[in-house]
């Protein structure tokens, strides 16, 4: 069975900083990736999303993630972390051809300033 | 395009009632699929539509239930409301459910107190 672990829950950077919020998957088959960004009283965000090819994928607002199947990873990165990426991440998993996603528990992020 | 669009926003309901939320899903899309989301429980699939039928389900109970029109719009309702159905429900939609058609766009959601 699928299943997604994103093992910090809360994760405080300051502005400016590099980030990386990591993920972990378990997944018999190539699995489908995701990240999604989520604001406090808001839907979700695709982020970015990794089907096959390149491992580096890249996203929208500066993120990228690196798909590592030797290390069942899928960790989100951005280099310099702005005020307004203070949200809740949550990295997700499908199997190809299947709609219903597995999340992880998410990831809070908090930017000081 | 539009995004994908979820009525009401909000909601409050008393144990024991029945509720229906809608979906309508960005324009071309055929598939759509709800989610709960919990505090406790996080993320957690419900179903999925996509040509008017079901074709995949999570681990809820029969009071929840769904359909799909033929437009694509859809709709959830929960029966017999339990205090634990108080949630952000969601909804995505996808173009389909062919390899490299599954990147789902999710609306805003629909809280749902129940008290």
């Known amino acids: 069975a699928q299943s997604v672990t994103q093992p910090d829950i809360h994760i405080t950077v300051s502005e400016g900083a590099s980030l990386e919020l990591r993920c972990n998957y378990s997944y018999g088959a190539t699995p489908y990736l995701f990240w999604y960004v989520q604001s406090p009283g808001q839907g979700l965000q695709l982020l970015l999303k990794y089907f096959s090819g390149d491992t580096l994928v890249q996203g929208i607002k500066g993120f990228e993630a690196e798909f590592k199947r030797s290390q069942s990873s899928f960790n989100l990165r951005k280099p310099s972390v702005h005020w307004s990426d203070a949200a809740e991440y949550f990295c997700?998993?499908?199997?190809?051809?299947?709609?219903?996603?597995?999340f992880g528990t998410g990831t809070r992020l908090t930017v000081i300033p | 395009k539009a995004g994908v669009t979820q009525t009401p926003r909000y909601l409050i309901k008393t144990r024991g009632q029945q509720v229906t939320l809608s979906c309508s899903p960005i324009?071309?899309?055929?598939?759509v699929s709800w989610y709960q989301q919990t505090p406790g429980q996080g993320l957690q699939f419900l179903f999925e539509y996509f040509s008017e039928t079901q074709r995949n389900k999570g681990n809820f109970p029969g009071r929840f239930s769904g359909r799909q029109f033929s437009n694509s719009r859809s709709e959830m309702n929960v029966s017999t409301l339990e205090l634990g159905d108080s949630a952000l429900y969601l909804c995505?939609?996808?173009?389909?459910?062919?390899?490299?058609?599954?990147?789902?766009?999710f609306g805003p959601g629909t809280r749902l107190l129940v008290l």
């Open positions: 324009s071309g899309h055929r598939s």
């Open positions: 995505a939609s996808s173009l389909g459910t062919g390899v490299g058609q599954e990147t789902q766009y």
């Open positions: 997700a998993v499908a199997q190809g051809g299947a709609n219903n996603l597995f």
